[in-house]
């Protein structure tokens, strides 16, 4: 707490500083008061008691006069700069509690609006719809002083600084053509309050949220503007001039792209709850209506892999299931790579590790993060209510609360079914485990990976090994079932649905990482010829080391062709020497690296 003197100075100069701009409380850097934008262009009454205890910030534009270039790497602008053979005119100059620049340009008096430009961890140019904190506030995170640098007359803005507008017809709150500008709706705070939203969403609008939360908020807000069939110029003005749309007018000159795929994925979620309302009604039509319709492309989690939908991910106890999901999932939250192969466009993720403790679960993302950060749109939970229990209304709030999921995972299928009523599932209690699934990914327009486990006895179909009746398969969208013999580093991941080409990937496990990696097609990158297959079957019936000869004559092959097999075979992973001049499969080894006494094995 300042003493009483200092606060009293501190007031002093907030009054003085009143005379020449439009000054607006803050808490920190945050603006207190909704509606605050509409200070950047009336200017604001000044009040001391307002400020008492608060920080001040000058809204900047027309009220205040002024365009702000806010510093936030000196370096890299002092080498912008000099490539771009810019010069930065001297001005009136404030110093933040860190020590960086804000230089005060006059606001031009052309007609024109110039709004908030930025180039991100360079510079940001604060205009109409922008703040920048004032000198004698206090800095939130060094406790020092806001401090004017330079006492002089605020100078006309450098030429370069205007033409960052003029040059972009689409910038945030730049110059865009005659007719745009005749058509661009003009908000104000009544507008905001006579719209068809909740409270929320209005206070939202008006107050924005701090960084880390905005991405949320703002897919809320655009969600529930699209709801109540606000045109798209309306809802980008409403952007333009209210807090809310602080990130928007950020990106600048990539703005007005970037809001618009923001309101076609609100417009998507709102028609996918409009399909659910409706969906007690039966449809008909024609065959030549069908073919006159037109359909968008299947989005996906993981490109080509992980569509829309349910996706069953398969495989017998640690076989590295849970492994692969979680990489895919931070893949997808940080929008990275998968499987160190495929690039992924960034979500948020809902993953319930149901069959984890948390300290298990730390040791696992600690591997596949490899030092990086945590992508803070990785959302985990270890316990969650059986679908039939309240479980998928519980998955379903969660998801109108966090409406730019792309992803939920569930590990495992067993964990959040409802309870068999007898002995043996049936296949309409199988397909009823995954349908309540399907209905939730198509209303909210996301993928669900199911991670279950597959049955002991072998199969021609890979879909046949799944556990369970073929009600799970016939449900599911998607079907991948990982294959791996016991103690290898190889596997295969055989993909298979509606949307998704059929394929079989070859996959190898980095066990310093703890990640799977593709290969590529695995018929070409393992090479498991029929002839390898054959020796591999054999060791597999006989259930026990057997040596070079005893194997040509079961096969009938020469001993040297059948030396030469068993070193690829070797190579690939997919046999070992159990001693010298003996062999067996992987498969029938019973020690193995990731078994239940490995915390950070598969489970």
Not at 34 to 52: L, M
């Amino acid at each position: 707490m300042l003493c009483l003197e200092a606060e009293a100075e501190r007031l002093n100069g907030f009054e003085e500083l009143s005379q020449r701009f439009s000054l607006i409380p803050l808490e920190g850097k945050r603006p207190i008061e909704s509606g605050w934008t509409k200070w950047c262009s009336e200017k604001r009454p000044f009040n001391r008691e307002h400020f008492k205890g608060k920080n001040a910030g000058v809204a900047c534009g027309p009220a205040s006069g002024v365009l702000v270039i806010d510093v936030d790497d000196e370096g890299r602008f002092e080498e912008l700069l000099r490539e771009k053979g810019w010069l930065l005119p001297e001005t009136f100059k404030v110093l933040t509690g860190t020590g960086k620049p804000h230089h005060y340009y006059q606001y031009p008096q052309n007609g024109k609006r110039y709004g908030n430009k930025a180039t991100k961890g360079v510079y940001d140019v604060r205009g109409l719809g922008g703040v920048v904190v004032a000198p004698w506030s206090i800095h939130p995170e060094t406790g020092k002083l806001y401090a004017v640098a330079k006492h002089l007359p605020i100078a006309p803005p450098p030429e370069w600084l205007l033409a960052l507008y003029s040059e972009d017809e689409t910038a945030s709150t730049s110059s865009d053509d005659d007719n745009d500008r005749r058509e661009r709706p003009e908000v104000d705070e009544a507008l905001i309050d006579d719209l068809r939203v909740s409270d929320e969403i209005k206070r939202l609008i008006k107050e924005g949220v701090p960084k880390g939360d905005r991405s949320e908020a703002l897919m809320k807000v655009l969600v529930a503007l699209v709801d109540v069939d606000l045109r798209e110029k309306l809802i980008i003005s409403i952007f333009e001039v209210f807090p809310i749309g602080e990130k928007y007018r950020e990106k600048g000159a990539s703005g007005r792209e970037w809001l618009s795929k923001q309101i076609e994925k609100a417009r998507d979620h709102v028609k996918g709850k409009e399909k659910t309302r409706g969906s007690s009604q039966l449809d008909g039509f024609t065959a030549a209506e069908l073919l006159e319709m037109e359909f968008p492309e299947p989005k996906w989690a993981v490109p080509d892999l992980i569509p829309e939908g349910v996706t069953l991910l398969c495989g017998k106890p640690k076989a590295g299931k849970s492994w692969l999901a979680l990489d895919v999932a931070v893949a997808v939250a940080s929008g990275g790579t998968a499987l160190q192969k495929i690039g992924v466009e960034k979500g948020r993720v809902l993953y319930l590790a149901l069959e984890d403790s948390q300290r298990r679960l730390k040791e696992r993302l600690t591997y596949v993060l490899g030092g990086k950060d945590p992508p803070p749109d990785l959302h985990f939970h270890t316990r969650w209510q059986r679908l039939g229990e309240g479980g998928q209304v519980a998955l379903q709030k969660w998801l109108e609360e966090h409406l730019d999921t792309q992803l939920v995972i569930i590990d495992t299928l067993a964990k959040v079914r409802d309870k068999a009523k007898k002995p043996s599932i049936s296949y309409e209690e199988d397909y009823k485990a995954i349908e309540g699934l399907k209905d939730l990914a198509e209303r909210n327009g996301l993928a669900i990976m199911v991670v279950h486990h597959l049955r002991k006895a072998e199969a021609d179909d890979p879909l046949d090994t799944v556990s369970g009746t073929t009600g799970l398969t016939g449900a599911a969208d998607t079907i991948a079932i990982l294959s791996r013999i016991r103690g290898a580093d190889h596997a295969e991941l055989t993909v298979t649905g509606r949307d998704v080409e059929e394929k079989t990937l070859a996959l190898e496990w980095d066990r310093s990482s703890k990640k799977w990696a593709i290969l590529g097609d695995a018929e070409y990158s393992f090479g498991r010829t029929p002839e390898r297959q054959q020796i591999i079957d054999l060791l597999m019936k006989a259930g026990r080391p057997m040596v070079t000869s005893e194997i040509a004559k079961a096969l009938g092959k020469a001993e040297s062709a059948v030396s030469n097999l068993l070193k690829k075979l070797i190579e690939g992973g997919l046999i070992r020497r159990a001693a010298y001049g003996k062999y067996t499969c992987c498969e029938n080894d019973e020690s193995d690296e990731w078994s239940e006494s490995d915390e950070s094995g598969e489970s």
